[in-house]
């Protein structure tokens, strides 16, 4: 089976600017989740799709958005860029919702932001 | 609410030599633990995980991890350190809502 694929893998982009970023899961998974990973803050959620609803949301600014379509496939908006979003944004996919359900990572997108 | 510490940013080891990576957690629910795996420039690869079934689970690699419940402890250990084991390992706590509290990462650095 194919992995998790996200794309764009590299983004550069200015302040004020809004970028998508898309993920593809595996195919099958239904659950797709993004995070958000810089040197300082390490590794945080930013919401959580399933059966293309959002379950979950972490404490980001409303800037961040994101849908999933009805084949799983989710994209991440983020909108009115500032300096402090240049990170690497990771999608994972999982099976299901169930909290036992390990999630597979994609190979993220680093985006900058100038 | 949930947490996890990973109790070392840096760890050093020789190669051939034990690895140790600790991991306290803390949740109000009985929480399913992953450890994961970041070599520079990729995503995370899962290592293994804990669902409360055998409390030493055995992953990838050669790596296994001790679930204890009183000690609120997931540790991942090794019993020989290889050169490919270089990377970044997070301890994972999943838990109220599905949503996944990471740890602040251990970088593991293995000497030759």
């Known amino acids: 089976k194919a992995g998790v694929t996200q794309t764009p893998r590299y983004l550069i982009k200015t302040r004020g600017q809004q970028v998508t970023l898309s993920c593809s899961p595996i195919s099958g998974h239904r659950s797709v989740s993004w995070y958000q990973q810089t040197p300082g803050q390490g590794l945080q959620f930013l919401f959580e799709?399933?059966?293309?609803?959002?379950?979950n949301k972490g404490n980001f600014p409303g800037r961040f958005s994101g849908r999933q379509f009805s084949n799983s496939r989710s994209e991440m908006n983020v909108s009115t860029l500032e300096l402090g979003d240049s990170a690497l944004y990771l999608c994972?996919?999982?099976?299901?919702?169930?909290?036992?359900?390990?999630?597979?990572f994609g190979p993220g997108t680093r985006l900058t932001v100038t | 609410a949930q947490s996890v510490t990973q109790l070392d940013s840096h760890v050093s080891v020789s190669e051939g030599t034990p690895v140790l990576l600790r991991c306290n957690y803390s949740s109000s629910y009985s929480p399913s633990l992953f450890w994961y795996v970041q070599h520079p420039n990729k995503g995370l690869q899962l290592l293994l995980k804990y669902t409360s079934a055998a409390t030493l689970v055995k992953g990838i690699n050669g790596f296994e991890a001790e679930f204890k419940k009183s000690e609120t402890s997931f540790h991942l250990t090794k019993p020989s350190a290889h050169m490919s084991d270089a990377a970044e390992y997070f301890c994972?706590?999943?838990?109220?809502?599905?949503?996944?509290?990471f740890g602040g990462g251990t970088r593991l650095m293995v000497k030759p």
């Open positions: 799709y399933f059966s293309e609803t959002q379950r």
């Open positions: 994972v706590v999943s838990g109220t809502g599905n949503m996944l509290t």
């Open positions: 994972a996919s999982r099976l299901a919702g169930g909290s036992s359900y390990e999630q597979y």
